[in-house]
């Protein structure tokens, strides 16, 4: 067995691992990435690709969110991959709804979001996606963008590989773990930081620290149709009115409450399986749908054609499209804290799990990756400025 050395060695190459080895080699830093998988291939590559700070709450969540938005954009302009700048918009179809979005509107600038409401023709003047039948409105937000996560995810390692000479180990699952050292494959290694984001596996590793964090597991459910007509572009990504009640952005909004009674007493099932709807573009032109929420420890393998049909049926109310055939349907699986918004662990000295985003991992993810280099040492406190 050899014996080879890393400053930084990362467990897991879904976008948190990837994140964390841009900050560490960008920092300097020589990293390797082991991944037990040919190519990642769980929740980063199962969602919407929306880099979103809008959903995240008022104050350091927010601000993560902000400074992980700078860090992507920084990335994939030194790496040279495509994104979608084109903002979101939440669009209202409900006197409710509208309420809730002129509330937060008016509370946005001293939270620190930038954001405000469109009137009907505005609305429809930012996207040709949208059903005009009924529409009264929309939170309007240019913060957001949207990247392809299989596209990105399968890019970024022969990036971090050339520009910093990140050194990556696919179909390599790390046995143990007893800092400084790790073994993976036929090798030992010894690391200053081990940093473990090993998604929702809560079981090869540490499994007494995940058992006893409160960490779940949760599922849902997505769909992405063909591809459009070339030159049809979705433009903002979409979400809707029962997005409103899901994002913890919008709990500082008092009307909130009169909106979730009316989605519980009107369309309980949407509750049931945790539904909201959003809408992201593709890299070839296909539209992603979803998505559903089932939490738990187990997950069920099959998918529910009632959760889909619920999905669809909603989406269907706001969105026009040339082509909503559905193409692929998928699940994913994430980590998630039942209160708290992430999840840093030390079961031993010089090692940190990074778990749960909740579900914001794209959005959130290159702002913990720069807390953690911060917390252990590798950035100056003013990280930012690095």
Request: glycine share 8%.
């Given at each position: 067995?050899?014996?080879?050395?890393?400053?930084?060695?990362?467990?897991?190459?879904?976008?948190?691992?990837?994140?964390?080895?841009?900050?560490?080699?960008?920092?300097?830093?020589?990293?390797?990435?082991?991944?037990?998988?040919?190519?990642?291939?769980?929740?980063?590559?199962?969602?919407?690709?929306m880099i979103w700070p809008i959903g995240q709450p008022n104050g350091a969540m927010h601000q993560m969110a902000l400074r992980s938005?700078?860090?992507?954009?920084?990335?994939?302009?030194?790496?040279?991959?495509?994104?979608?700048?084109?903002?979101?918009?939440?669009?209202?179809?409900?006197?409710?709804?509208?309420?809730?979005?002129?509330?937060?509107?008016?509370?946005?600038?001293?939270?620190?979001?930038?954001?405000?409401?469109?009137?009907?023709?505005?609305?429809?003047?930012?996207?040709?996606?949208?059903?005009?039948?009924?529409?009264?409105?929309?939170?309007?937000?240019?913060?957001?963008?949207?990247?392809?996560?299989?596209?990105?995810?399968?890019?970024?390692?022969?990036?971090?590989?050339?520009?910093?000479?990140?050194?990556?180990?696919?179909?390599?699952?790390?046995?143990?773990?007893?800092?400084?050292?790790?073994?993976?494959?036929?090798?030992?290694?010894?690391?200053?930081?081990?940093?473990?984001?090993?998604?929702?596996?809560?079981?090869?590793?540490?499994?007494?620290?995940?058992?006893?964090?409160?960490?779940?597991?949760?599922?849902?459910?997505?769909?992405?149709?063909?591809?459009?007509?070339?030159?049809?572009?979705?433009?903002?990504?979409?979400?809707?009115?029962?997005?409103?009640?899901?994002?913890?952005a919008f709990n500082v909004c008092s009307s909130l409450d009169a909106l979730r009674k009316r989605i519980a007493e009107e369309t309980?099932?949407?509750?049931?399986?945790?539904?909201?709807?959003?809408?992201?573009?593709?890299?070839?032109?296909?539209?992603?749908?979803?998505?559903?929420?089932?939490?738990?420890?187990?997950?069920?393998?099959?998918?529910?054609?009632?959760?889909?049909?619920?999905?669809?049926?909603?989406?269907?109310?706001?969105?026009?499209?040339?082509?909503?055939?559905?193409?692929?349907?998928?699940?994913?699986?994430?980590?998630?804290?039942?209160?708290?918004?992430?999840?840093?662990?030390?079961?031993?000295?010089?090692?940190?799990?990074?778990?749960?985003?909740?579900?914001s991992g794209m959005t959130l993810s290159f702002g913990m990756a720069e807390q953690s280099m911060v917390e252990l040492g590798v950035?100056?406190?003013?990280?930012?400025?690095?």
């Amino acid at each position: 067995m050899s014996h080879r050395t890393a400053d930084v060695a990362i467990v897991g190459a879904g976008i948190l691992g990837l994140a964390h080895a841009y900050v560490a080699a960008r920092a300097g830093k020589s990293v390797v990435v082991f991944e037990r998988n040919p190519r990642a291939m769980g929740a980063s590559v199962r969602n919407f690709g929306m880099i979103w700070p809008i959903g995240q709450p008022n104050g350091a969540m927010h601000q993560m969110a902000l400074r992980s938005r700078s860090l992507w954009l920084e990335m994939l302009q030194a790496a040279k991959l495509s994104y979608r700048p084109h903002g979101s918009l939440h669009v209202l179809y409900r006197p409710d709804e509208v309420e809730v979005v002129k509330e937060f509107v008016e509370r946005a600038p001293g939270l620190g979001y930038d954001c405000g409401w469109l009137d009907r023709e505005a609305t429809l003047a930012r996207s040709h996606a949208i059903q005009p039948e009924g529409l009264l409105g929309a939170l309007w937000s240019d913060t957001e963008f949207t990247v392809d996560p299989r596209q990105v995810l399968a890019a970024l390692p022969a990036f971090l590989e050339e520009q910093y000479g990140v050194r990556f180990h696919f179909s390599t699952p790390v046995r143990s773990i007893t800092a400084p050292h790790l073994e993976a494959g036929s090798d030992r290694w010894s690391a200053e930081n081990i940093i473990v984001c090993s998604g929702e596996d809560f079981e090869t590793l540490f499994p007494g620290h995940f058992a006893a964090s409160g960490l779940t597991r949760c599922k849902l459910q997505m769909l992405r149709t063909a591809p459009q007509p070339a030159g049809w572009e979705l433009g903002p990504s979409l979400a809707a009115g029962l997005t409103l009640r899901f994002y913890p952005a919008f709990n500082v909004c008092s009307s909130l409450d009169a909106l979730r009674k009316r989605i519980a007493e009107e369309t309980p099932e949407y509750d049931q399986w945790g539904i909201h709807a959003l809408v992201s573009q593709t890299a070839d032109g296909a539209l992603t749908l979803g998505d559903s929420h089932e939490n738990g420890l187990t997950i069920d393998i099959f998918n529910k054609e009632e959760i889909d049909r619920l999905i669809l049926r909603y989406t269907h109310q706001f969105l026009r499209a040339p082509d909503l055939s559905i193409a692929e349907r998928w699940f994913g699986v994430y980590a998630k804290h039942p209160d708290k918004p992430t999840v840093v662990m030390h079961p031993q000295q010089g090692v940190r799990i990074v778990a749960s985003p909740g579900g914001s991992g794209m959005t959130l993810s290159f702002g913990m990756a720069e807390q953690s280099m911060v917390e252990l040492g590798v950035l100056a406190g003013d990280a930012a400025h690095v």
